[in-house]
DNA sequence: TCTGGGGTCCTAGGACCC
DNA sequence: TCTGGGGTCCTAGGACCC
């Protein structure tokens, strides 16, 4: 250890109520009043300003349980506008990646960025000069944590929520003993509802307790992941910044209904056009898959009737991306699991063992496979000038009386030029 | 009446092999 | 009746994350 001033830091970057921020920019009316975004379908409620939060409505509440403050309240409601809160996203992100390239946006409203080339004592200025860059540029306010770990990062990020600055650092503190013995066993990140009421059960209520915890009991009893996160309370770092986006594995598509389904015909519509979103999303990674799942199942919620989920995975002979395909094998994989005279309520595709579309495969290359990777590149930059299903196929359907609903939407498209909001000058 | 969607990783257990 | 030991590979399901 050369200089102590110059330890491991890395800083956690989470937007405050990000899809409520993000409905807030365009909408200066609402940034006082109580608001909340639903989850799809304006089935749950998915982000809530502090005076929604402070109404007690809670995080994931089914909406139409929360209908009654939220009335009596005057609470703004909006359905999830996700190309809005995408492009929103990427703006943070380019800001951020001013700081440091050394980067990894761990979700939509979420980054850690490495802030180890900056002093021990300068770095907590460094994060309230990102936090006002942020909200400067984008709009969006945040919260920043900074520690020696990821999950030692992730608690600085939790209590910089509850304090005005928003920024906190643990970096170069001696004893962080008092500060998570405050931190409950739950709010640790990688800690779920199984994990804490196993370590409850066992006497661990805080984090002070986890980190003091037996290593090879912890591991013994449950997962090397969960050892992990002990030794990152204890401030040893395991779990790397991934600043390569590392190709995904499997892509999913699958909805809720806007009302239940029963018509085989209408099921096929939906997992059709499930497919042609799926396929669409990895040839745009340059993907290619190995095989299909397609799912379907009623309501868990309703134990009236009973409860129908089933799922058929079908392998391609050759990895593919051609949507085609992949709809021809979805329709034939749901005729097996379709059963008469149930009441659907979801169904969903997913493609798995992407690889690289690139690579290997050359064994098999046709003129025909040129004809339809053609085809297929077509259709995608059709649609994308004119709008996602402009081309399509039939079997997709037209009215789809089965899509979801989106009752409240902000109808903001910062892609689109015709639902960009007019902004009233005053 | 109305309860989201999209990911990753790990483990246990079965099939199969020598 | 007694019924090895060790390895690989695959899959389903569970747990976690946002």
């Known amino acids: ?49 502090n005076e929604a939060k402070a109404l007690g409505i809670k995080m994931g509440e089914p909406y139409f349980k929360a209908r009654n403050i939220i009335i009596k309240n005057n609470v703004q409601v909006f359905s999830s506008n996700y190309s809005l809160y995408g492009d929103i996203s990427r703006r943070v992100m380019r800001t951020l990646k001013r700081f440091n390239s050394k980067i990894e946006v761990y979700s939509i409203d979420e980054a850690f960025l490495d802030l180890s080339n900056f002093s021990d004592k300068e770095v907590k200025d460094v994060g309230k000069e990102i936090r006002n860059t942020v909200l400067q540029w984008t709009g969006i306010p945040t919260s920043i944590g900074i520690a020696e770990t990821k999950t030692l990062s992730k608690v600085a990020n939790h209590i910089a929520k509850k304090q005005k600055s928003g920024v906190v650092s643990l970096v170069n503190i001696k004893d962080l003993d008092p500060i998570l013995e405050k931190v409950e066993v739950r709010d640790i990140w990688g800690v779920g509802k199984q994990l804490s009421k196993f370590y409850i059960k066992n006497g661990i209520y805080n984090a002070k307790q986890l980190k003091n915890a037996s290593n090879t009991w912890i591991k013994k009893t449950k997962n090397v992941l969960s050892s992990r996160t002990a030794m990152e309370l204890r401030g040893v770092p395991c779990i790397e910044i991934e600043t390569k986006q590392t190709k995904r594995k499997s892509c999913c598509v699958s909805r809720s209904f806007g009302q239940k389904v029963e018509k085989p015909r209408e099921l096929k519509e939906s997992v059709t056009s499930y497919c042609l979103n799926a396929a669409e999303k990895i040839r745009s990674e340059s993907l290619v898959c190995k095989s299909i799942t397609v799912f379907i199942r009623t309501s868990p919620f309703q134990n009236k009737g009973i409860f129908y989920s089933n799922s058929k995975t079908i392998d391609f002979p050759i990895a593919t991306n051609n949507s085609i395909e992949i709809v021809k094998n979805a329709l034939i994989g749901l005729d097996l699991i379709y059963k008469d005279g149930f009441k659907y309520q979801k169904a969903g595709i997913i493609l798995s063992g992407l690889s690289d579309s690139e690579k290997g495969n050359s064994l098999f290359k046709s003129t025909k496979d040129e004809r339809i990777k053609n085809l297929m590149q077509s259709i995608d930059s059709t649609n994308y000038r004119y709008g996602r299903s402009t081309i399509s196929l039939a079997s997709a359907g037209i009215n789809k009386k089965w899509s979801m609903r989106r009752q409240y939407s902000s109808k903001i498209d910062t892609a689109d030029f015709y639902s960009l909001p007019k902004i009233m000058a005053n």
């Not at 830091?9 to 940034?31: G, T």
Request: aromatic share 8%; hydrophobic share 35%; net charge positive.
């Open 1 to 49: 250890m050369s200089s102590t001033l110059y330890t491991k830091k890395i800083a956690l970057i989470d937007c405050n109520s990000f899809y409520v921020s993000c409905e807030r920019l365009f909408n200066p009316k609402i940034r006082r009043l109580p608001v909340v975004v639903l989850s799809n379908n304006d089935g749950c409620i998915i982000s809530r300003s």
